[in-house]
């Protein structure tokens, strides 16, 4: 398929021939392991290297003989979609002593393997650095037992080490996501939703326990996504007296109709004196100091187990090429590092320096400095825990700032899993700065129709894990009844206004923005969040809603290829949504390990139609039983789904035949992702805090007049911050007709899927993580790849 241009050709530049990599999973397993060793894999063999798989981790390489087996393309096949590590993981004490590292390098040796892809967690890698920095003289001693020839020494002299950081806890400094933590939370999340339906039943309070025995990143982003009453995580032991603080706390929320308790603790939870908070000891204070039913659920080792999330396998796919690119350009010299993620985009940082910050967390929270502890976490954990607190937290009436303002918050565009939440969270970031918060239902609509009424604290509880809208949406641009808009806004006056849509919002706000000529009304702050499953919107990188349909498409994906198993060979044509942009075709694609995805921003002509047949024709002649092909369903008016599924068919009359599935609405339905729920969660609140602040700035001689193209903006996720855009601003990054930005971030991994799926193809290595070092509290505002 035809390619961008300008792109670095790196498999010229960075050859892997003569090499030979070796990939391992260490230490407790991880969803999207199986992802990360496939990418390294399949990228080692396309650059020319060889690759071998280390089986059971470090004990495998101390071992050797079987363990170490050279990989194969077809050896990583129909591995993504496979939980933990198919390669085996375990805890190997003889590596910690110098004779099996001895033994480990000689193994080694005997391959040729002088470059290492390690996926553990800190203990693991720090393991691997003591092993790079031996390695010379264990090659010595090597030669001086006769083991291996005096060449060897000089020819394997130094080791190449990179890491991939794989556990759940999410407890390693320098990168948002650790491979595993997101697949963790949709384990949680699911019990979650589950038992809140049999606690409503039944008025009982639940009290849940999840992994993080050193860090409570689990437990805290669980409580942001399911809006718990309580939690207590290590890092941030509550005040003394707690105990009658939470039990006010339960009682006051069942005296407002609430029919269910929720807390969530993290395994490793203490009190200030560093004595462990039990799920026992928590439950029986429950039911002497209150008297309710209460349970404990106990998740364990359910949240590391089932298939990895859609996000999962894109972070380790992404991080499994970035690892194999760091070794290729690797030097003697070069520090032993770890592939992380800030933001969007793929960072290398130095191991020891990530693992040295990892362990000062630890010390911090041995001596009691909590508020150090947390610091040290970075700056998305500190604003989990400060939404957290600000949302579930009611401060009483008599401490509320008063501030007289009436800010409005309405749906626009189609729905999108995630609104729910991030409304839920402007209405109660704007009842605690002292707003009176207004809800305006089916959007604009609406709004010109005067359905707009006052919405208080408790009328958004329980919202956060409901999918669509249930403010109601419609794709109503304001521009037809403006001047009604003006009325209602006058009539309500409502001085600030914060939307939750697609592309719709963005068009809407452009509209507002026309009419402050005409219209006083208009001249109040104005901001959108941007919330459509399409992933649209011009100004972010990321839309609300598009990660719950990546995961229906990559489960939908996963279920229509196990269809398959067993029968002849066959290719699966898949239609997605998203309107002109193919965002959830080439991320959904990458996802479910799909060989082409067809989009509108990538034209495509019957000869590389003809070339996809014939690259898939030769695929089946091997072992590989199952093709699968996306099609974003306006990428070409005359290529249709009907049409392309026809061509396969006939195409591949004899080696294979198609079937096709359009997944329709379904990508819009369902309970949002722990990612969508705090994405929307935490840039929603952002929003309402800077409506506050333009509130104040533009209140002048008792009334808002804010005019100035400031005031009316997007907040949008941009590569590693959050940024506020003035709409007009974005004009010229839009394509109006297409709905869609000019530039998007994500065709830079289209390549990662047609090397992945064995295509050759160039592949641009500018924009490839340099080595950078570790930054205390750097701008972490990339909570859209963390989430949370």
């Known amino acids: ?24 999973t260490s230490g407790g397993d991880a969803q999207g392991m199986n992802a990360a060793v496939r990418a390294v894999v399949r990228m080692g063999l396309y650059v020319g290297a060889k690759v071998y798989f280390i089986h059971e981790g470090y004990q495998g390489m101390v071992d050797g003989g079987e363990n170490i087996k050279e990989a194969t393309w077809e050896s990583v096949s129909s591995m993504l979609q496979v939980g ?6 375990a805890r190997c004490k003889e590596f910690r002593s110098h004779e099996g590292r001895l033994k480990a390098a000689h193994n080694l040796v005997q391959h040729g393997i002088t470059n290492l892809c390690v996926i553990g967690g800190d203990g693991s890698l720090t393991g691997a650095n003591l092993f790079r920095e031996e390695w010379s003289g264990l090659l010595g001693e090597l030669a001086e037992q006769g083991l291996i020839e005096a060449d060897a020494v000089q020819k394997y002299s130094a080791l190449h080490i990179v890491g991939m950081v ?3 806890d999410n407890d390693f400094c320098g990168t948002d996501m650790t491979i595993g933590t997101d697949s963790a939370l949709h384990r949680i999340i699911e019990v979650v939703d589950a038992i809140m339906t049999t606690a409503q039943s039944h008025q009982r309070t639940f009290v849940l326990e999840v992994m993080g025995r050193h860090c409570g990143y689990l437990a805290l982003v669980s409580a942001l996504a399911c809006g718990a009453d309580w939690v207590l995580i290590p890092e941030m032991p509550p005040e003394d007296g707690w105990e009658e603080k939470m039990c006010e706390k339960l009682s006051a929320n069942r005296a407002g109709m609430k029919r269910l308790n929720i807390i969530i603790v993290a395994e490793g939870a203490i009190d200030r004196s560093n004595t462990p908070i039990t799920t026992d000891y928590i439950k029986d204070l429950v039911v002497k100091c209150l008297g309710f039913d209460t349970r404990v659920t106990i998740l364990g080792h359910v949240q590391r187990g089932g298939t990895p999330s859609a996000f999962d396998r894109i972070l380790a796919s992404r991080m499994g090429v970035e690892a194999v690119l760091a070794l290729l350009e690797t030097t003697a010299n070069t520090p032993a590092c770890v592939v992380s993620l800030c933001g969007n985009q793929s960072v290398r940082l130095p191991l020891m320096e990530c693992v040295q910050m990892t362990q000062e967390v630890q010390r911090a929270m041995d001596g009691k400095r909590f508020e150090e502890a947390v610091k040290l976490r970075g700056r998305s954990f500190e604003n989990n825990l ?5 949302l579930a937290h009611r401060k009483p009436e008599s401490e509320l700032p008063v501030s007289n303002f009436n800010v409005a918050v309405l749906n626009v565009g189609a729905p999108a899993a995630g609104m729910n939440a991030a409304v839920r969270s402007a209405v109660r970031v704007g009842i605690s700065e002292g707003h009176k918060m207004f809800a305006v239902s089916d959007g604009f609509e609406g709004f010109y129709k005067g359905q707009i009424k006052e919405i208080k604290w408790a009328d958004v509880g329980g919202w956060t894990g409901q999918g669509g809208s249930l403010l109601g949406t419609k794709r109503t641009l304001p521009a037809k009844h403006i001047d009604k808009i003006a009325e209602q806004m006058r009539e309500h006056n409502i001085n600030a206004l914060l939307i939750v849509g697609g592309f719709e919002g963005f068009l809407s706000l452009l509209e507002l923005l026309t009419a402050r000529g005409k219209y006083d009304e208009f001249c109040v702050p104005m901001v959108m969040v941007p919330a459509t499953v399409s992933n649209n919107v011009p100004g972010s990188d990321l839309s609300i809603g598009a990660d719950t349909a990546l995961n229906a498409i990559t489960t939908t994906c996963d279920r229509i290829k196990q269809s398959a198993s067993g029968t002849k060979r066959r290719v699966f044509i898949i239609e997605t949504m998203g309107g002109y942009c193919g965002y959830l075709a080439s991320v959904g694609g990458l996802a479910a390990g799909a060989d082409a995805a067809y989009i509108y921003e990538e034209p495509f002509d019957i000869r590389d139609l003809q070339a996809n047949v014939e690259h898939l024709t030769e695929k ?19 290529y249709t789904t009907d049409f392309i599924y026809q061509l396969y068919s006939e195409e591949g009359r004899g080696v294979f035949d198609s079937r096709k599935n359009v997944l329709g609405h379904m990508q819009q339905g369902g309970a949002p992702s722990p990612f969508d729920r705090n994405f929307g969660t935490k840039i929603s609140a952002k929003a309402m805090q800077w409506v506050s602040k333009k509130l104040l700035e533009t209140f002048r001689q008792g009334r808002v007049f804010a005019n100035t193209e400031d005031s009316c903006c997007l907040l949008g996720m941009r590569r590693r911050a959050l940024v506020f855009q003035p709409v007009v601003q974005l004009k010229d990054e839009t394509d109006f007709v297409h709905r869609i930005p000019k530039e998007q971030w994500w065709l830079k991994l289209r390549p990662l899927m047609k090397i992945l799926a064995k295509y050759k193809t160039t592949f641009d290595v500018s924009d490839s993580g340099q080595l950078e070092h570790v930054v205390r509290n750097r701008p972490k505002e990339s909570d859209a790849s963390v989430a949370m």
Do not use: H, W
């Open 1 to 24: 398929m035809a390619q961008p241009d300008g792109k670095k050709i790196f498999f010229e530049n960075l050859s892997g021939a003569g090499k030979a990599i070796a990939v391992l």
């Open 84 to 89: 933990g590590t198919v390669i085996g993981s």
């Open 166 to 168: 794989g556990s759940i």
């Open 386 to 390: 400060r939404t957290y607190k600000l």
């Open 620 to 638: 089946m002649k091997t072992s590989i039983q199952r093709g699968l092909v996306l099609r974003n369903e306006n990428c070409n008016e005359n």
